[in-house]
Structure formats: C-alpha cells, structure tokens
C-alpha cells in the first residue's frame, strides 16, 4: 500500500510563507496527477492545486500566483509553496495521488495523505 507523509504545516501570520512536503513510501512516477486538497471545519475538501506526470499544473482562482505546486519523483516527493498566506488559507491540507485518464476521469487507487494543519493568523 502507498503511504503519503505531508508535513511543513504549522501557524504563520498573514503575508507569511510555509512550504508544505508530501513524502511517498511508494515511486511517484506511478501516479500522473498529484494533487493537494484543503478541508476547514464545516466545508468540504476543495482542490487547492494539481500536477501531472508531465508538469502540467492548475489551480485553484484563490490561490493563483501565491502558491506553486511541484513534484520529485526521484525523492519520491510532491511540495506546496504558499505564499502570501491569507486568513482564508487556514485548513487542513492533504496531499493525493492518483492516476486520471482524462482531466476529470480518476481510475485505480486514490491515495491520501493524513493531513497537516496550516493556520494563518490576522
């Protein structure tokens, strides 16, 4: 079974940067769309952002040009760079993995992460 491992989370103040890692007992390199989800109390878990086995990401509008996602296959490792942290940020972040075979079309196994907590104060 693929194990994720995120870390990196903690409290920040606003205007504040935290750099999120998701660390994998399995090779990433099986998995074509990696992914970090949020989740706050009383809302459901949203896309934060996503990349492909071929470097392709997208993101979500609240979050466009402050965080950036990338991936390592060889450390067998995904990072979420955030930036410009806002009040709104604050959540549970989970690291995915996953295969699609179209954008919106996962197949096979859906993997998660335990999740870190990012708080950001006003």
């Known amino acids: 079974q693929v194990q994720l491992v995120e870390s990196g989370g903690g409290l920040v103040q606003a205007g504040g940067s935290l750099r999120l890692s998701c660390a994998a007992s399995?090779?990433?390199?099986?998995?074509?769309?990696m992914g970090w989800y949020r989740q706050a109390p009383g809302k459901q878990r949203e896309l934060v952002a996503a990349?492909?086995?071929?470097?392709?990401?997208n993101y979500a509008d609240s979050v466009k040009d402050r965080f950036t996602i990338s991936r390592d296959n060889a450390q067998n490792t995904a990072y979420l760079q955030m930036n410009s942290l806002k009040p709104e940020d604050t959540a549970v972040y989970y690291c995915?993995?996953?295969?699609?075979?179209?954008?919106?079309?996962?197949?096979?196994?859906?993997?998660w992460g335990q999740g870190t907590q990012v708080t950001v104060s006003s």
């Open positions: 399995g090779r990433l390199f099986r998995f074509n769309r």
């Open positions: 990349i492909t086995s071929g470097g392709t990401t």
């Open positions: 995915n993995a996953r295969n699609f075979i179209s954008a919106t079309i996962p197949v096979g196994g859906d993997y």
